[in-house]
């Protein structure tokens, strides 16, 4: 028991020392560290060790604060530029080589930010619409430009609904019953209509007609308007926000119609250019955001012949609380009291992400009773037989060593359920004991935050679109490249 007690104030006292480091590296270098992807900001010393602790999931053994300490304590030296740098990638690497010193080491790897010197210049974003979604953009938003600066939320949008509206609105992003208190301060200026959370100002701007806005008469110029309201969901529509002084695109949060393109980000965010028709952008649904990237690793590595794609989904906040009339079939009946058989258009819109799935998937959905966390089930034929433990292996391989780190999560736990994944970042959970391999048939359960992971999903395409994503170092490998 002593020796357990005193490996315990050891980690504590590396822990400790890492705080400083971890703080230094983010104030003056603009470096954001990780352990596996576990961002290390505003942590204390338990959520070190805990975050420690979480690397068995990836290298199957607890990491050890011995190897990372060091690296802290060279970076912290090293003049380094804007990035998130992966610390227990960086000692999982490194333990593997031998007769390098960790000083060559890093310079090699972090070679492109050494002496980079390149914080982003703060760009304007606009928020049209204030609900489930907008409220979480904000909340990611804020804590992106404390995190790394670049993407500046500057103004929310909305039709005023009375004098309170303002108070009302700042308590709805103070508190939420699904992903609780906000992190941080929010005070009013009533005045002059501002919300301040955590000292940063975002303008309340009451307008009824996305054209009809002079943004720049609030200092907001070359902005990208997010239009979560879902009214508009065609070019021609969300085109009018293109007409408001200080506007430079639209992205909707929501599958867009006709030529409008569809992105999942780390699917086909490549595919956004400067041109006139990429003024206007979707970043699709929240089930085309889980499932894509699950279907691209799988169809490039096994081929897809056919699929269904079942989701099971949380409710909404356009079903009724009470049955009522409502204008689509099934979803008049009372939210909380019945699972809803209903349509999803997110089989069908994978295609506008990956062409090649074009015609091979058709999909269903049920609308269940619970506030947040929905799961899709993938059910393929694939042009090759498969092993389940194959399957798992390779794409728990995905979620920890490719460039899909973001939008792949893969957990193995015979006790989680939905709330487990309540605040996930992910765009989508393969869940590995639910997998089921029988020759070329598999099926894969996924599952997905389908309110904040799609959130952080549209942050990150945001920030591609206005040129203020952080390098990710080190570099990660193709999902192809993994053996």
């Known amino acids: 028991m002593k020796r357990t007690q005193d490996d315990w104030n050891r980690r504590l006292e590396q822990a400790q020392e890492m705080l400083p480091l971890i703080s230094k590296l983010h104030r003056e270098n603009n470096v954001v560290t990780s352990i596996f992807g576990r961002l290390l900001v505003g942590v204390t010393d338990i959520d070190i060790i ?19 300490l060091p690296i802290f304590r060279e970076l912290a030296e090293m003049n380094l530029g ?59 938003l804020i804590a992106r430009e404390a995190t790394y600066g ?80 879902g009214a508009w969901r065609d070019r021609e529509g969300l085109s009018q926000h293109l007409k408001s002084k200080g506007v430079e695109r639209a992205l909707l949060t929501a599958p867009g119609k006709g030529d409008i393109k ?15 028709s990429d003024r206007v952008l979707s970043a699709a649904s929240c089930t085309t955001n889980a499932i894509t990237p699950v279907l691209k690793v799988i169809g490039d590595r096994y081929g897809v012949k056919h699929g269904h794609v079942e989701t099971v989904h949380a409710y909404t906040n356009d079903q009724n609380l009470a049955d009522n ?19 999803t258009g997110a089989a069908k819109a994978v295609s506008k992400a990956l062409p090649e799935f074009e015609g ?27 092993d389940k433990d194959e399957v798992n292996n390779f794409l728990r391989r995905v979620s920890t060593d490719s460039n899909l780190r973001q939008q792949i999560e893969y957990i193995h736990s015979p006790e989680v359920v939905s709330t487990d994944f309540v605040g996930s970042t992910h765009a989508g959970i393969v869940d590995g004991l639910a997998t089921i391999a029988n020759g070329n048939h ?36 193709e999902p192809s490249d993994i053996r």
Do not use: C
């Not at 997905?448 to 490998?477: A, C, M, T």
């Open 50 to 68: 805990k975050a420690h602790r979480y690397a068995r999931r990836v290298v199957e053994r607890e990491l050890p604060l011995d190897e990372t």
């Open 150 to 229: 670049g993407a500046r939320l500057r103004a929310i949008v909305v039709r005023k609904k009375g004098d309170e509206d303002i108070i009302k609105r700042a308590s709805l992003l103070r508190r939420d019953s699904v992903h609780g208190p906000f992190d941080g301060t929010i005070t009013l200026d009533k005045e002059n209509d501002i919300i301040w959370a955590n000292g940063t100002p975002i303008q309340m701007i009451y307008a009824s007609n996305p054209g009809e806005i002079d943004y720049t008469a609030y200092g907001i110029d070359n902005a990208i308007v997010v239009d979560n309201t």
């Open 325 to 343: 009339f409502h204008k689509g079939p099934r979803r008049g009946r009372a939210a909380g009291l019945n699972m809803v058989l209903t349509e």
């Open 82 to 140: 804007t990035a998130s740098i992966d610390v227990g990638r960086l000692a999982k690497n490194y333990g593997r080589l031998e007769g390098v010193e960790l000083a060559d080491y890093l310079k090699e790897e972090l070679a492109d930010v050494i002496g980079s010197n390149d914080k982003p210049e703060p760009r304007d974003v606009v928020l049209y619409g204030f609900g489930r979604i907008g409220r979480l953009l904000a909340r990611i």
């Open 262 to 276: 569809n992105i999942v980000y780390g699917i086909n965010h490549g595919d956004i250019t400067d041109s006139e």
């Open 360 to 386: 091979k998937l058709s999909g269903n959905a049920i609308r269940v009773p619970t506030p947040d966390v929905s799961m899709a089930v993938l059910n393929l034929d694939l042009d090759t037989e498969v």
């Open 442 to 477: 598999l099926v894969l359960y996924v599952w997905y935050d389908n309110e904040f992971g799609y959130s952080n999903q549209v942050v990150r395409i945001v920030e591609e679109v206005l040129g203020v994503r952080p390098r990710v170092l080190p570099e990660r490998k």
